[in-house]
C-alpha cells in the first residue's frame, strides 16, 4: 500500500510538469496580456512605456523561456507575484482557498446528507410515486443552471423577503468580530450553500440510485432473503454495504475538490473565493496567478484520484492495491 | 413507389401505435393486479389460522398443489409455472428436469417465496409445508413469518456459487450470520465453533482459515461447499438445491453430490433437487419430475422415468444425454424451440416439436394421467391405456 501510494505520488510529478507546460503554453498564447489589459484605459500610454512594463512583468521573454524561467522558481518554491495582487501568489491561495473550502464543505456534507438516502430509498421503492417524484426533483437540479437558480433564490430571498443578504461575504461597516463574525458570514453564505448543493444533489443522487438498484438485483442479495433475514437488514447491511463501495471511493475523490472554488456561483453572490478570483486573473491575464491556481487545481485532481483508488482499497476486500 | 411507402409507412405507423396502447393497457392491468399481491405479501400481523392448513399425506414435507406463478411483464403475462403439483415425501430426494426456462427455478423460488417482486408473483395454487408445529400454506404465509420459515426450516442453494456470496463479509460472518438469525439464544463462540463444524462437515479441510477469509478467494467448488455449509447450518428439514453443480467443473460435481447426499443421510431431510442434468437426476433422485414450458409432463420414481419413458420429451431428453461407450456422429437434440412464453398454443405444448403426434394432438392439452401406480404422464399417445 506505502508502495502503491508512493510510486502514484511519483508518476504524479510528471503529470504535474506536462500540466505545466501545457498551461503556461496556452495562458501566454492567449490574447491581451496582462499589459494591455492595464494600459487600455490609458490613451496616452507611449510604446515605450507599454514596452518597459512588459520587461517589467517578464513578458517579453519567449515561451519556452518564460517557462523555464517560471518552473526553475517554482521547484525552489517561488511562484511569483501575482500581478494583480502584488503578493506572492501561493499566499494568495492559501488566503482565498479557506473561503472557498467554508462554502463547499457544508454543501458537501449537506449532499451526502440528502443524496444518498433519497438514492437508496428511491432504489428500494423503484416506480413507486417516491421513486418519481425524488427523481423528477433531482433531474430538475441538474438541469437548473447555477446562474439562473441563485438569480431565482436573490430575487425571492434577498430582494423580496429580505432574509439572506444579496451577495458579499460580510455586512459592510459593521466589523463583527469572533463568534458574531463567524454568525454573519454564515449568514451570507446561506443562498450560495443552497445553490451549490441543489444543483449537486441530483448527480449524487442517481450515482446512488444506480448502484443500489444493481446491488438489489444481486444474487447474494437472493441468499440473503433466502437466509431468513429482514427486509430492512437485506436492505441496510446487505445491499447498502456494497452500495457504498463505488460512493465511498467518488465522494472521497471530491474532498480535495472542496478547495478550487465554485467560479459562477462565487461570482453571482460576489464572494471573494478561489473561483471567483481565478476568473478575474483568467480575464486580466495575471499569469503567475494563474499558473499557481491551475497548478493547485491539477494537485488536487492528482490527490482526488489518489484517494478514491485508496479508499477504494479500504472499503472492498476483493481490492488490493500494489 | 413513394406513394407506396407512404402508405406502408403509414401502416407501420398505425402498428406501433397500436402495440404502444396494448403495452401500455398491459402494464396498467398488471399494475393493478401487482399491487394486490405485494400488499397481501407484506401484512404484518396475520392470524395464523389463516395460513394453517393440514397435508394430504402427512408422510409428505412438502406438497405443492396446482401452483400457478406468473410473471406480468409489459409484454404480458408469462405463466412460468401453470399448474404444478409435485409431493415431496420426508426423507427422500426429488429431481425436478427440464430444459432451461421451464419453469424449474421458479417453481423451488416459489417455495421460497422469493420469485422476484414486483413483477412476478404467485397467483394461485397451495404449497403446503409441513411444519414441526402444523402444517401451514406458504401461499398465505406472509413474509415476516416465511422469515422464520426461510434459511431455518427450508433451506436454498443456489445455482451460482461465484456470485451467491456477499463480497464484502467474510465466509465466517456470513454463516454465523445465519445460526444467530435462527439461534438467538446461542452464544457467539458456540456460534462460531458450529460455523466451524459445519464447514468441516462440507469437506472444507482448513475450516479456521477460511473462516476469516472473503468469498474472492475461495474456488467456485469452495464457494458452493460453502453455501451448502451456510444453507445446513440451521438444522434445514428440507432442502432446496437449484442446479447445485451447474457452474462447476464436472470432478467437483461428483463431490458435492456425494455430499449432498451423505449430508442428507446425516440429518434426515428431504431436498428438491432442481437440474437439467440426467446423470445427476440418475445418481440422487427417488423421484423424478419432468417440466416442461411451465408444466409437468412426466412424473413417478426415478427407476420408472429413466427405464421407461413414456412421454416423448422425456424420450428426447434421455436421448440428448451423453453417454460414454457409445458411438454417435452427432449428439440428439430435440428439435424446435419452446413456445413463446407469452401466447401459449391452446393445445399441448410439445405438439410442434414432437415425432409422434396422432390427430388428437390438436385438440386439449393433455391432463397428467396415472399410467401406472407410480408413474403419471401428460400425453395423448396413452389416453386409452390406464388411466385412474
Not at chain 1, 75 to 84: A, E, H, N, W, Y
Not at chain 2, 56 to 62: A, G, S, V
Amino acid at each position: 500500500m506505502r508502495q502503491y501510494i508512493i510510486r502514484r505520488l511519483f508518476i504524479s510529478i510528471f503529470i504535474l510538469l506536462g500540466v505545466s507546460a501545457i498551461i503556461y503554453g496556452l495562458l501566454r498564447t492567449a490574447p491581451a496580456d496582462y499589459v494591455s489589459t492595464i494600459t487600455n484605459g490609458i490613451p496616452d500610454a507611449t510604446p515605450e512605456m507599454k514596452a518597459k512594463l512588459t520587461e517589467l512583468y517578464g513578458l517579453d521573454k519567449g515561451i519556452v523561456e518564460g517557462y523555464v524561467d517560471w518552473l526553475s522558481s517554482a521547484l525552489k518554491g517561488d511562484l511569483g507575484q501575482s500581478f494583480i495582487y502584488n503578493k506572492p501568489a501561493q499566499d494568495v491561495i492559501k488566503d482565498k482557498m479557506w473561503v472557498s473550502f467554508w462554502m463547499a464543505l457544508p454543501s458537501f456534507i449537506l449532499q451526502l446528507l440528502i443524496a444518498i438516502p433519497l438514492g437508496i430509498i428511491s432504489a428500494t421503492k423503484q416506480y413507486s410515486i417516491t421513486d418519481y417524484t425524488v427523481t423528477t426533483i433531482a433531474l430538475i437540479g441538474i438541469s437548473l443552471p447555477s446562474f439562473f437558480f441563485a438569480a431565482v433564490l436573490q430575487r425571492a430571498f434577498s430582494m423580496g423577503l429580505g432574509w439572506f443578504p444579496l451577495q458579499g461575504m460580510v455586512t459592510a461597516r459593521e466589523d463583527y468580530v469572533g463568534f458574531a463574525h463567524i454568525m454573519d458570514m454564515a449568514w451570507h453564505f446561506v443562498l450560495p450553500i443552497t445553490v451549490l448543493t441543489v444543483l449537486s444533489i441530483g448527480g449524487l443522487m442517481r450515482y446512488s440510485r444506480t448502484n443500489m438498484l444493481e446491488v438489489l438485483n444481486a444474487d447474494y442479495i437472493r441468499t440473503a432473503r433466502a437466509k431468513g433475514l429482514s427486509e430492512h437488514k437485506v436492505i441496510y447491511k446487505h445491499a447498502f454495504r456494497n452500495t457504498l463501495i463505488p460512493i465511498v471511493t467518488m465522494v472521497g475523490g471530491m474532498i480535495p475538490g472542496l478547495f478550487s472554488g465554485a467560479m459562477i456561483t462565487e461570482g453571482i453572490f460576489s464572494i471573494e473565493g478561489l473561483g471567483y478570483i481565478g476568473l478575474k486573473a483568467l480575464r486580466s491575464g495575471d499569469i503567475p496567478f494563474m499558473m499557481a491556481f491551475t497548478m493547485f487545481l491539477a494537485i488536487l485532481t492528482l490527490l482526488g484520484t489518489l484517494l478514491s483508488d485508496i479508499l477504494y482499497a479500504v472499503v472492498d476486500p476483493r481490492v488490493r492495491l500494489k | 413507389m413513394s406513394g407506396m411507402t407512404a402508405e406502408m409507412k403509414k401502416i407501420k405507423k398505425a402498428e406501433q401505435k397500436e402495440a404502444k396502447l396494448r403495452m401500455k393497457q398491459i402494464s396498467k392491468e398488471n399494475n393493478k393486479i401487482i399491487k394486490k399481491f405485494e400488499k397481501e405479501k407484506k401484512r404484518k400481523k396475520v392470524d395464523p389460522s389463516e395460513y394453517q392448513t393440514t397435508m394430504e399425506n402427512p408422510d409428505n414435507i412438502i406438497e405443492i398443489d396446482n401452483l400457478h406463478t406468473y410473471f406480468f411483464t409489459d409484454m404480458g403475462t408469462v405463466k412460468s409455472v401453470n399448474g404444478v403439483s409435485i409431493e415431496v415425501p420426508k426423507g427422500k430426494t426429488v429431481a425436478l428436469v427440464g430444459e432451461s426456462g421451464c419453469g424449474k427455478s421458479v417453481t423451488s423460488l416459489s417455495v421460497m417465496k422469493l420469485v422476484q417482486g414486483p413483477t412476478g408473483q404467485i397467483v394461485d395454487g397451495a404449497i403446503r409445508y409441513n411444519r414441526k408445529g402444523g402444517a401451514v400454506d406458504i401461499v398465505k404465509t406472509p413474509i415476516s413469518e416465511m422469515q422464520h420459515i426461510r434459511g431455518n426450516e427450508i433451506a436454498m442453494i443456489f445455482q451460482e456459487p461465484m456470485t451467491s456470496l456477499n463480497p464484502i463479509f467474510t465466509i465466517g460472518y456470513q454463516i454465523d450470520e445465519t445460526i444467530k438469525l435462527h439461534r438467538p439464544d446461542m452464544k457467539d463462540e458456540d456460534i462460531k465453533k458450529q460455523t466451524i463444524e459445519m464447514l468441516k462437515l462440507v469437506g472444507i479441510a482448513r475450516a479456521e482459515g477460511i473462516y476469516d477469509c472473503y468469498p474472492h478467494e475461495l474456488s467456485g467448488g469452495m464457494r458452493q461447499r460453502v453455501m451448502i455449509a451456510m444453507s445446513l447450518s440451521c438444522d434445514p428439514q428440507f432442502i432446496i438445491a437449484d442446479e447445485p453443480t451447474t457452474a462447476l467443473d464436472v470432478t467437483i460435481q461428483a463431490q458435492i453430490l456425494d455430499l449432498l447426499r451423505d449430508i442428507k443421510q446425516k440429518i434426515d431431510a428431504s431436498i428438491l433437487l432442481i437440474t437439467h442434468d440426467l446423470g445427476v437426476v440418475a445418481e440422487m433422485a427417488d423421484y423424478v419430475v419432468v417440466m416442461y414450458a411451465g408444466k409437468i409432463v412426466e412424473q413417478g420414481t426415478a427407476h420408472e422415468v429413466f427405464l421407461n419413458p413414456k412421454h416423448p420429451y422425456t424420450m428426447g431428453l434421455i436421448k440428448s444425454k451423453p453417454a460414454v461407450g457409445k458411438v454417435v456422429d452427432r449428439l440428439y437434440s430435440i428439435p424446435g424451440a419452446v413456445p413463446n412464453p407469452v401466447s401459449m398454443p391452446n393445445y399441448c405444448f410439445f405438439k410442434d416439436r414432437c415425432d409422434k403426434c396422432l390427430a388428437k394432438c390438436n385438440g386439449d392439452i393433455p391432463e397428467l394421467r396415472y399410467i401406472s401406480e407410480d408413474h403419471k404422464v401428460a400425453c395423448h399417445l396413452y389416453d386409452s391405456k390406464g388411466g385412474k
